[in-house]
Structures are given as C-alpha cells and as structure tokens.
C-alpha cells in the first residue's frame, strides 16, 4: 500500500512546540523533520497491520502546506523560516513544500467606555494588524483530494487537528482510500473521529526530536 503524508505545518509546529517546550537547559527542543515522514509511516503501518492489512506501507511523498508573512515589516524570524522551508526542508527526500504568503490586514479596535476606535498601537504607535487568513486548509484539501482522484496513494497521513478537513476526509474515505489521522492529544476529536485511524503524535516525541 502506497502513503503520501500532508502536513498543516504550523498547525504540528505549534503543538510540538506546547507539547515538547524547553529542555532543562531552557533551550528550545527541535523536531526532526527529515525523520518525520519515515516514523509517521511507521506509526501508520501498525495500525493497518493490526486491522489485518499486509504490513509493508511505503512512502510516495510528503506534502508540507506552510505560510510566511511576507510583508514588508516581518521580522528577520520569518525569512529565516521561509529560507529553511524552501532551502533545507524542501530539499529532504519526499518531501515537497508548499508556502503561501500570510500579508496583514490593518485592525480596528472600540473602546466600550468611550467609543473610541483605535488604529495605532497606544505604546509605539505601530498600526495595529490581525494575520490574514492562511489559505493553507483550502490548499491542503486540494492536494488530499487531487490526488485521491488520480489514486496517488491508498493511505493519506493527515498531520493536523483542524475539523474543516472533515467533508475532504469523508469523500476520500468514500472512494475506498483511508486517512489516518496523526493528532495531538485533546486536539481535533472531531477529525480523529472522521478519519479511519488515528495515533497520538506524543507518543512519537522520542523518536523525533532531534539531538545536538
């Protein structure tokens, strides 16, 4: 059986970060990513052998769906994130990842005492802004779904807890392919329960987080 995995990367970053933290050293403990794919599909394997499939899943692809503010005020961070996505991650066997760019969008608050709308940062007097929408679930669902017509895969790995893959994952699941879903624990109950399988990714923590 053939797997192409799909990653909402900051949905796993995120949870990896308020799941694994700091180590005693207060440094930030990374993850692994060119293990990924490989102890993702190994996880994924167990569960179908268990259900009495033939073990023996293989891996076709990893697709990494990820945004970047790019306007003109981001800070150094995210060129630096933009340039390890596209040149490391994205050069790591089976891997392919997509950047959508996340551009601000000015924001306006009310004062409820006195009705006065706020623009500007009281303190520095920056332009208050709120992220613009990611576009990477919309981006993602194309992918899991183009590919499941072109039966690219029998398995799809769905990294993420975001119940708007729910309709995406149920077509899939309606065309005889399964989706095993890979969630951070108290996260995403009603995509777990949508999917065909689902395993914890704290239960992979060990093997993934990378060592200096």
Not at 46 to 64: K, S
Not at 100 to 113: D, V
Not at 170 to 186: R, T
Request: hydrophobic share 40%; net charge neutral; charged share 20%.
């Amino acid at each position: 059986m053939r797997a192409r995995v799909f990653v909402d990367f900051w949905n796993f970053q995120l949870g990896w970060n308020e799941a694994v933290g700091r180590d005693p050293g207060g440094r930030v403990v990374q993850c692994d990513w060119s293990k990924l794919p490989s102890v993702l599909v190994e996880a994924a394997d167990t569960l179908l052998t268990a259900a009495g499939n033939p073990p023996g899943l293989t891996l076709e692809e990893t697709i990494v769906h990820a945004s970047v503010n790019d306007s003109n005020q981001a800070n150094p961070q995210e060129a630096r994130l933009r340039a390890w996505l596209t040149s490391w991650l994205d050069r790591q066997p089976s891997f392919d990842v997509k950047i959508r760019a996340r551009k601000p969008r000015r924001r306006t608050i009310r004062c409820r005492s006195c009705n006065t709308d706020i623009v500007t940062c009281p303190h520095c007097t920056a332009p208050l802004t709120a992220a613009a929408e990611k576009g990477v679930d919309a981006a993602l669902v194309t992918d899991l779904l183009s590919l499941a017509w072109q039966r690219a895969y029998d398995v799809a790995v769905l990294v993420s807890g975001d119940a708007d893959y729910i309709p995406a994952v149920e077509y899939v699941q309606s065309q005889g392919l399964k989706v095993i879903n890979a969630a951070w624990p108290h996260k995403g109950y009603e995509l777990q329960g949508a999917c065909w399988a689902t395993f914890s990714l704290n239960d992979l923590i060990p093997k993934l987080t990378r060592t200096v």
